[in-house]
Nanobody, 123 residues
Framework: QVQLVESGGGLVQPGGSLRLSCAAS????????MGWFRQAPGQEREFVAA????????YCADSVKGRFTISRDNAKNTVYLQMNSLKPEDTAVYYC????????????????WGQGTQVTVSS
């Protein structure tokens, strides 16, 4: 079993930056890829970005390309989401997820989830 703990959310002004972290523990040897999803009030949880466990391959949703970057620290078993040029529409609860296979964008294919961290973009 894999446990995931997110941190780094908060309130930021439009145009600002935040970095989210997701620390993995437990059966990390089973992880093939990790992803970030977000869910705004009244909306479906949507894919944001994903990275394979080696860190060699990444993929971002079109809505965040050029603004968000996903990366990982092998030594810390931690995945990061660097978010720049934030917009009010980025406001959501951000969730970290893990799966045994490769990068996918479908949330039902991820089998471990963190508790979520709130990101609010507002002036």
């Amino acid at each position: 079993q894999v446990q995931l703990v997110e941190s780094g959310g908060g309130l930021v002004q439009p145009g600002g930056s935040l970095r989210l972290s997701c620390a993995a523990s437990g059966h990390i040897f089973s992880i093939g890829a990790m992803g970030w999803f977000r869910q705004a009030p009244g909306q479906e949880r949507e894919f944001v970005a994903a990275i394979n466990w080696s860190g060699a391959s990444t993929y971002c949703a079109d809505s965040v390309k050029g603004r968000f970057t996903i990366s990982r620290d092998n030594a810390k078993n931690t995945v990061y989401l660097q978010m720049n040029s934030l917009k009010p529409e980025d406001t959501a609860v951000y969730y970290c997820a893990a799966r045994t296979g490769g990068i996918v964008t479908t949330k039902r294919l991820y089998n471990a989830w963190g508790q979520g961290t709130q990101v609010t973009v507002s002036s």
